[in-house]
Protein backbone atom coordinates (compact mmCIF):
# COMPACT_ATOMS: atom_id res chain seq x y z
CA UNK A 1 0.00 0.00 0.00
CA UNK A 2 3.00 2.64 0.80
CA UNK A 3 4.37 2.31 -2.54
CA UNK A 4 0.85 2.96 -4.34
CA UNK A 5 0.97 5.83 -1.90
CA UNK A 6 4.20 7.20 -2.94
CA UNK A 7 3.78 6.80 -6.48
CA UNK A 8 0.19 8.29 -6.45
CA UNK A 9 2.11 11.65 -4.44
CA UNK A 10 5.20 11.44 -7.21
CA UNK A 11 2.83 11.49 -10.52
CA UNK A 12 0.19 14.18 -8.55
CA UNK A 13 1.05 17.72 -9.87
CA UNK A 14 -1.28 19.08 -11.83
CA UNK A 15 -2.24 22.62 -13.54
CA UNK A 16 -5.79 24.12 -13.86
CA UNK A 17 -6.51 27.64 -14.54
CA UNK A 18 -10.04 29.46 -14.22
CA UNK A 19 -11.05 32.97 -13.85
CA UNK A 20 -12.30 34.91 -11.11
CA UNK A 21 -16.18 35.60 -12.86
CA UNK A 22 -18.22 38.91 -10.98
CA UNK A 23 -21.18 36.64 -11.60
CA UNK A 24 -20.14 33.98 -9.59
CA UNK A 25 -18.66 36.50 -7.02
CA UNK A 26 -21.80 37.96 -6.41
CA UNK A 27 -24.34 34.62 -6.19
CA UNK A 28 -22.15 33.93 -3.39
CA UNK A 29 -22.54 37.49 -1.77
CA UNK A 30 -26.20 36.89 -1.56
CA UNK A 31 -25.69 33.31 -0.10
CA UNK A 32 -23.39 34.80 2.24
CA UNK A 33 -26.56 37.97 2.77
CA UNK A 34 -24.22 40.50 1.19
CA UNK A 35 -25.53 43.01 -0.61
CA UNK A 36 -24.11 41.51 -4.48
CA UNK A 37 -24.51 44.85 -6.58
CA UNK A 38 -21.35 45.76 -4.13
CA UNK A 39 -18.85 44.15 -5.86
CA UNK A 40 -17.44 45.12 -9.36
CA UNK A 41 -14.40 43.61 -11.94
CA UNK A 42 -11.21 44.60 -10.27
CA UNK A 43 -12.85 44.80 -6.82
CA UNK A 44 -10.40 42.17 -4.52
CA UNK A 45 -11.76 39.11 -3.64
CA UNK A 46 -12.73 38.92 -0.48
CA UNK A 47 -10.16 36.16 1.06
CA UNK A 48 -11.38 32.75 1.47
CA UNK A 49 -14.22 33.12 -1.87
CA UNK A 50 -11.52 31.10 -3.67
CA UNK A 51 -13.12 28.43 -2.22
CA UNK A 52 -16.15 28.63 -5.75
CA UNK A 53 -13.24 28.58 -8.09
CA UNK A 54 -11.47 25.33 -9.91
CA UNK A 55 -14.06 23.18 -9.25
CA UNK A 56 -13.56 19.67 -10.67
CA UNK A 57 -15.57 18.80 -14.22
CA UNK A 58 -15.44 15.00 -13.58
CA UNK A 59 -17.99 13.77 -16.05
CA UNK A 60 -20.62 12.30 -14.45
CA UNK A 61 -20.30 8.91 -15.99
CA UNK A 62 -16.89 9.09 -13.36
CA UNK A 63 -18.54 10.15 -10.51
CA UNK A 64 -17.56 8.32 -7.24
CA UNK A 65 -20.43 6.45 -5.85
CA UNK A 66 -20.97 9.14 -2.96
CA UNK A 67 -21.09 11.74 -5.49
CA UNK A 68 -18.14 13.50 -5.04
CA UNK A 69 -16.13 14.44 -8.17
CA UNK A 70 -12.47 14.53 -7.17
CA UNK A 71 -9.67 16.67 -5.06
CA UNK A 72 -8.49 18.13 -7.66
CA UNK A 73 -5.17 15.40 -7.56
CA UNK A 74 -5.89 11.71 -8.09
CA UNK A 75 -5.62 9.37 -4.74
CA UNK A 76 -4.83 6.14 -4.40
CA UNK A 77 -7.97 3.54 -4.25
CA UNK A 78 -7.33 2.35 -0.62
CA UNK A 79 -10.90 1.08 -0.22
CA UNK A 80 -11.99 3.61 1.85
CA UNK A 81 -15.62 4.71 0.29
CA UNK A 82 -16.93 7.67 2.84
CA UNK A 83 -15.13 10.89 2.78
CA UNK A 84 -15.66 14.10 4.89
CA UNK A 85 -13.62 17.47 5.07
CA UNK A 86 -11.19 17.42 7.93
CA UNK A 87 -9.35 20.70 7.64
CA UNK A 88 -7.40 23.82 5.85
CA UNK A 89 -4.70 25.68 6.18
CA UNK A 90 -4.33 28.28 4.01
CA UNK A 91 -2.12 31.70 3.65
CA UNK A 92 -2.51 34.67 1.73
CA UNK A 93 0.21 36.47 -0.20
CA UNK A 94 -2.15 38.80 -2.12
CA UNK A 95 -5.84 39.50 -3.82
CA UNK A 96 -6.92 38.07 -6.57
CA UNK A 97 -8.62 40.59 -8.50
CA UNK A 98 -12.34 40.02 -9.50
CA UNK A 99 -12.23 39.37 -13.55
CA UNK A 100 -8.78 37.93 -13.49
CA UNK A 101 -7.45 34.96 -14.71
CA UNK A 102 -5.98 32.21 -12.42
CA UNK A 103 -3.95 28.96 -12.30
CA UNK A 104 -3.63 26.72 -9.80
CA UNK A 105 -0.92 24.37 -9.59
CA UNK A 106 -1.47 21.28 -7.13
CA UNK A 107 -0.29 18.17 -5.44
CA UNK A 108 -0.84 15.29 -3.12
CA UNK A 109 1.34 15.98 -0.16
CA UNK A 110 0.05 12.77 1.72
CA UNK A 111 -1.52 10.01 2.52
CA UNK A 112 -1.96 8.67 6.15
CA UNK A 113 -3.29 5.10 6.80
CA UNK A 114 -4.44 5.34 10.65
CA UNK A 115 -6.91 3.14 12.76
CA UNK A 116 -9.21 4.44 15.13
CA UNK A 117 -11.82 3.19 17.23
CA UNK A 118 -14.30 3.38 14.34
CA UNK A 119 -12.35 1.26 12.06
CA UNK A 120 -9.58 2.24 9.41
CA UNK A 121 -9.12 5.51 7.93
CA UNK A 122 -6.89 7.61 6.22
CA UNK A 123 -5.80 11.47 5.96
CA UNK A 124 -4.83 12.79 2.59
CA UNK A 125 -3.15 16.41 2.13
CA UNK A 126 -4.09 18.18 -1.17
CA UNK A 127 -1.74 21.36 -1.56
CA UNK A 128 -3.18 24.32 -3.96
CA UNK A 129 -1.35 27.24 -4.73
CA UNK A 130 -3.22 29.98 -6.73
CA UNK A 131 -1.69 32.57 -8.92
CA UNK A 132 -3.00 35.29 -10.49
CA UNK A 133 -2.11 35.56 -14.29
CA UNK A 134 1.27 34.67 -15.12
CA UNK A 135 2.60 35.72 -11.84
CA UNK A 136 5.45 33.68 -10.62
CA UNK A 137 4.24 33.87 -6.97
CA UNK A 138 1.22 32.44 -5.46
CA UNK A 139 -1.71 35.03 -3.59
CA UNK A 140 -2.91 31.82 -1.95
CA UNK A 141 -1.04 28.72 -0.88
CA UNK A 142 -3.70 26.14 0.88
CA UNK A 143 -3.64 22.80 2.84
CA UNK A 144 -6.56 20.80 2.29
CA UNK A 145 -7.07 17.74 4.46
CA UNK A 146 -9.79 14.81 3.45
CA UNK A 147 -10.96 11.95 5.85
CA UNK A 148 -11.33 8.42 3.86
CA UNK A 149 -13.56 5.97 5.73
CA UNK A 150 -15.11 2.54 5.71
CA UNK A 151 -18.34 1.69 4.64
CA UNK A 152 -20.71 2.50 7.07
CA UNK A 153 -22.82 -0.38 8.85
CA UNK A 154 -26.24 -0.80 9.32
CA UNK A 155 -27.73 1.37 12.05
CA UNK A 156 -24.22 3.27 12.41
CA UNK A 157 -23.86 7.04 13.04
CA UNK A 158 -21.01 8.83 11.71
CA UNK A 159 -21.39 12.04 13.13
CA UNK A 160 -18.01 12.93 14.24
CA UNK A 161 -14.92 13.36 11.87
CA UNK A 162 -12.61 10.27 12.22
CA UNK A 163 -9.25 10.76 13.95
CA UNK A 164 -10.47 13.99 15.84
CA UNK A 165 -10.15 15.22 19.06
CA UNK A 166 -13.84 14.54 21.17
CA UNK A 167 -15.81 17.75 20.93
CA UNK A 168 -15.88 19.71 23.91
CA UNK A 169 -18.51 22.12 25.24
CA UNK A 170 -17.37 25.57 26.58
CA UNK A 171 -17.37 26.24 29.93
CA UNK A 172 -19.60 28.97 31.68
CA UNK A 173 -16.45 31.40 31.92
CA UNK A 174 -15.99 30.92 28.38
CA UNK A 175 -19.38 31.28 27.65
CA UNK A 176 -19.74 34.77 29.35
CA UNK A 177 -16.54 35.97 27.56
CA UNK A 178 -18.19 35.75 24.30
CA UNK A 179 -20.93 38.27 24.79
CA UNK A 180 -20.94 40.37 21.76
CA UNK A 181 -18.83 38.13 19.60
CA UNK A 182 -21.38 35.48 18.65
CA UNK A 183 -23.98 34.57 16.10
CA UNK A 184 -26.06 32.00 15.51
CA UNK A 185 -27.53 30.79 12.03
CA UNK A 186 -29.08 27.76 10.91
CA UNK A 187 -28.22 26.43 7.80
CA UNK A 188 -30.89 24.94 5.69
CA UNK A 189 -31.77 22.69 2.08
CA UNK A 190 -31.70 26.18 0.24
CA UNK A 191 -27.84 27.12 1.79
CA UNK A 192 -26.91 23.64 1.29
CA UNK A 193 -28.04 23.88 -1.96
CA UNK A 194 -26.82 27.41 -3.22
CA UNK A 195 -23.43 26.49 -1.53
CA UNK A 196 -23.43 22.92 -3.37
CA UNK A 197 -24.57 24.70 -6.59
CA UNK A 198 -21.84 27.53 -6.80
CA UNK A 199 -18.62 24.51 -5.94
CA UNK A 200 -20.34 22.12 -8.40
CA UNK A 201 -20.02 19.64 -5.56
CA UNK A 202 -22.28 16.48 -5.75
CA UNK A 203 -21.13 14.94 -2.45
CA UNK A 204 -24.95 12.93 -1.77
CA UNK A 205 -24.28 13.55 2.37
CA UNK A 206 -25.17 17.49 1.12
CA UNK A 207 -28.41 16.86 -0.77
CA UNK A 208 -29.89 13.19 -0.63
CA UNK A 209 -31.28 12.52 2.40
CA UNK A 210 -32.21 9.30 2.01
CA UNK A 211 -28.70 8.66 1.06
CA UNK A 212 -27.00 10.72 3.83
CA UNK A 213 -29.31 9.05 6.72
CA UNK A 214 -29.57 5.29 5.50
CA UNK A 215 -26.16 4.78 3.56
CA UNK A 216 -24.08 7.18 5.32
CA UNK A 217 -25.31 6.69 8.69
CA UNK A 218 -25.78 10.61 9.41
CA UNK A 219 -28.85 11.91 11.37
CA UNK A 220 -29.34 14.75 8.32
CA UNK A 221 -28.02 16.68 5.98
CA UNK A 222 -24.62 17.19 6.50
CA UNK A 223 -23.82 20.90 5.98
CA UNK A 224 -20.87 20.86 3.81
CA UNK A 225 -17.59 21.97 5.34
CA UNK A 226 -17.44 25.18 3.31
CA UNK A 227 -20.80 26.44 4.39
CA UNK A 228 -19.99 26.36 8.24
CA UNK A 229 -16.14 28.02 7.28
CA UNK A 230 -17.42 30.83 4.84
CA UNK A 231 -20.49 31.60 7.25
CA UNK A 232 -17.48 32.02 9.86
CA UNK A 233 -15.06 33.93 7.71
CA UNK A 234 -17.91 36.66 6.73
CA UNK A 235 -18.75 36.74 10.53
CA UNK A 236 -14.87 37.36 11.26
CA UNK A 237 -15.04 40.04 8.08
CA UNK A 238 -18.21 41.45 9.76
CA UNK A 239 -17.58 42.11 13.67
CA UNK A 240 -13.53 42.97 12.76
CA UNK A 241 -13.33 44.82 9.93
CA UNK A 242 -10.15 43.16 8.53
CA UNK A 243 -8.98 40.33 5.73
CA UNK A 244 -6.88 37.13 6.94
CA UNK A 245 -3.32 36.73 5.79
CA UNK A 246 -3.64 33.19 7.14
CA UNK A 247 -6.44 31.12 8.03
CA UNK A 248 -6.29 27.83 9.84
CA UNK A 249 -9.53 25.29 10.04
CA UNK A 250 -10.07 21.63 11.87
CA UNK A 251 -13.34 19.84 11.46
CA UNK A 252 -14.18 18.08 14.93
CA UNK A 253 -17.63 17.31 14.18
CA UNK A 254 -20.19 17.97 11.44
CA UNK A 255 -23.16 20.50 11.23
CA UNK A 256 -26.04 19.32 10.10
CA UNK A 257 -28.91 20.99 8.32
CA UNK A 258 -31.88 22.51 10.11
CA UNK A 259 -30.03 22.47 13.38
CA UNK A 260 -28.35 25.22 15.60
CA UNK A 261 -24.88 26.57 14.32
CA UNK A 262 -23.04 28.68 16.91
CA UNK A 263 -20.29 31.04 15.15
CA UNK A 264 -17.52 32.50 17.34
CA UNK A 265 -14.70 34.87 17.12
CA UNK A 266 -12.83 36.06 19.92
CA UNK A 267 -9.16 38.00 19.96
CA UNK A 268 -6.48 36.29 20.88
CA UNK A 269 -2.44 37.19 21.18
CA UNK A 270 -2.66 39.90 18.26
CA UNK A 271 -5.29 37.44 16.15
CA UNK A 272 -8.18 35.74 16.30
CA UNK A 273 -9.36 32.33 17.91
CA UNK A 274 -12.47 31.44 15.31
CA UNK A 275 -15.02 28.14 16.03
CA UNK A 276 -18.70 27.13 15.54
CA UNK A 277 -20.35 25.28 18.43
CA UNK A 278 -23.88 22.87 17.68
CA UNK A 279 -27.05 23.44 19.68
CA UNK A 280 -25.63 21.14 22.21
CA UNK A 281 -21.90 23.65 22.98
CA UNK A 282 -19.69 20.69 21.28
CA UNK A 283 -17.29 22.34 19.07
CA UNK A 284 -17.69 21.18 15.23
CA UNK A 285 -14.99 23.21 13.43
CA UNK A 286 -11.97 25.19 15.22
CA UNK A 287 -9.34 27.73 13.97
CA UNK A 288 -7.33 30.43 14.09
CA UNK A 289 -7.31 33.90 11.79
CA UNK A 290 -4.08 36.12 12.17
Not at 200 to 225: C, K, M, S, W
Not at 235 to 243: K, L
Not at 251 to 267: E, K, T
Amino acid sequence: MQAEIDKACAASACETDDGCALALVRRLSATLDVDPARWRDGDALPRGWHVIFFTADTRHAALRPDGVAGFGVALPDLGLPRVVFGGRRASFHGDIPIGARMRRVSRLLSVLPKQGRSGRFAVATVQHEIHVGDRATPVVVEQQDYVMREAAEAGAEGGRVAGAAKPAAPSETGAKALAGWSRTVVPDEMLLFRVSALMFNTHRIHYDHPYATRQEGYPALVANASVSSLLLLEYFRAQTGHEPASVRLRNIGLAYCGQPLHLHVVPSDGGWNIWTENGDGARLLEGRVD
